[in-house]
């Protein structure tokens, strides 16, 4: 906890000083985020510091292995779908990326047997059985399980199927089709601080260009 306390004096002393206008106007009116970012809970993974985004830029929502979940209507406790619904439908965003990375836990667990059935019922497993489908897919395209070309593949796969969820969400589908909303996939490496967007036809992952580097 004390590290914590003196990041949050580092905050006050260096950060907040030169932002303090952004956030008393943030305060006052409310956010506007033009992107909703799904990324993954792991903390080597931060979509502000990869993105160098302000206060009030980005609307995050970060769960294990960036995963979003089928449309349901059953009652249950579904915050990524809340977070989804409220900011398509209170916030208005532009954008939604999904953005997974190199060395996801979850997707490490999953393709190692956890999220199947049979698996051990806890949260974990149940969660991570959302990209199951992406698993079959990626192990029907011959990848050998336990492999770390099968671990990219399927890391990207579950970035995939979780814009296909998206598509699922009725205000997700009617901004979409009414030209509000634009979908995105990426995938971070971390080691080498590559990101990778998706293409929408190809479903292939291209690096981003860094002019100057």
């Known amino acids: 906890m004390d590290s914590l306390l003196e990041g949050y004096q580092r905050f006050r002393r260096a950060v907040y000083p030169s932002h303090r206008e952004t956030y008393r106007s943030l305060a006052a009116e409310?956010?506007?985020?033009?992107?909703?970012?799904i990324g993954c809970c792991d903390s080597r993974v931060d979509p502000g510091a990869i993105f160098?985004?302000?206060?009030?830029?980005?609307?995050?929502?970060?769960?294990?292995?960036n995963l979003v979940p089928p449309f349901a209507t059953d009652g249950g406790h579904h915050g990524t779908s809340a977070a989804i619904e409220f900011a398509v439908g209170t916030l208005g965003v532009a954008h939604?990326?999904?953005?997974?990375?190199?060395?996801?836990?979850?997707?490490?667990?999953l393709m190692s047997g956890l999220g199947r059935a049979g698996g051990d019922g806890s949260h974990i497993e149940t969660w991570m059985s959302i990209a199951v489908p992406a698993l079959e897919k990626t192990l029907q395209a011959g990848h050998q399980a336990g492999t770390d070309a099968c671990a990219a593949a399927l890391?990207?796969?579950?970035i995939g199927h979780s814009l296909e969820n998206l598509k699922g969400?009725?205000?997700?589908?009617?901004?979409?089709a009414e030209g509000r909303l634009r979908l995105h996939g990426a995938w971070f490496d971390i080691e080498s601080g590559a990101l990778h967007l998706r293409d929408d036809a190809s479903g292939s992952f291209q690096p981003v260009a860094v002019p100057d580097e």
């Open 169 to 176: 969400f009725p205000s997700v589908r009617a901004a979409v």
């Open 30 to 37: 409310g956010q506007s985020p033009r992107a909703m970012v």
């Open 96 to 109: 939604i990326l999904v953005m997974g990375h190199t060395s996801c836990g979850g997707i490490r667990a």
């Open 155 to 158: 890391e990207q796969a579950a």
């Open 52 to 65: 160098d985004a302000g206060p009030g830029e980005l609307f995050v929502l970060r769960n294990v292995a």
